[in-house]
């Protein structure tokens, strides 16, 4: 794994509706992801946070019936300009959040460097809502899906013509939440998911394993998009959209550990931290737990 990293801070609660996953990024610093990384001999330029305008928060503003369109678009945007340039500088671009309508930045300037980009999607919710199928017109529910060409044009091109991703280089793990037109778009798509179902038949070693070997031959690259809401409301409290039976916490961090050993990963974001919502840092210090999984923590 590139021994360069950049982390990038991502203050976005524009996709959602709950107030405090904009402190996300901070809360993760503060329970020391910088020193974490530090110590295991890696590179760490910490770049502070993407400025995120916000809008009148006494209004309700809808665009097509899209909650804070323009605001969403600007700053992923900026997401995807810092991150494509890191990734020029060929170093690791780590993105903290924020809600998760910041992959939407995160994955349009990353894929401009590869031409397979694959994609793992740790999370509750499937996130490929369209405005058609989205029953709030959150943005976080939509990122997947805008990332392969779908939904609002001012939202698929912020960095070029989309698609940005395809549907065979995506496999998703710990699906537990999905709305009834994301179930029809996710068979008609043919994506790989991996529901809780699978994971409590085959187990997670397995679920990585197969998820590996599927992504290893086919990209050129793999960005790790993980939304905390993937793992048990009890492991991980601090969460805007949390669903009961998900991932243990040795089950999301053996997923880390495999995937630090494949050598696959060359971009992460980790998002949705909400410390509003916290109890006492548990679900920021677990972040930086996995973090430090991912980037090749042993105990010995």
Known sequence: MNKDISVIGMPM?????????????????????????????????????????????????????LRNLHEVVDANKKLAKVVSEEIEKQRFPLVLGGDHSMAIGSIAGISQHYNNLGVIWYDAHGDINTVETSPSGNIHGMPLAINLGLGHKKLTDIIGDAPNIKPENIVMIGIRSLDEGEKQLLRKLKIKVYTMHEIDRI???????????????????????????????????????PVNGGATYRESHLAMEMLAESNLITSAEFVEVNPMLDDKSKTAILTVDLIGSLFGEKLI
Not at 215 to 239: C, I, Q, W
């Open 13 to 65: 609660d524009l996709g959602q509706m709950r107030r405090g996953v904009d402190m996300g990024p901070s809360a993760i610093r503060y329970a020391g992801v910088i020193e974490r990384l530090e110590s295991l001999h890696f590179n760490v330029d910490d770049l502070g946070d993407v400025p995120v305008a916000h809008p009148n928060r006494k209004a309700t503003i809808r665009e097509d019936n």
């Open 203 to 241: 187990g997670m070693p397995k679920v990585m394993e197969e998820s590996i070997d599927y992504l290893k031959n086919r990209t050129d690259g793999v960005h790790l998009s993980f939304d905390l809401d993937g793992m048990d409301p009890s492991e991980a409290p601090g969460v805007g959209t």
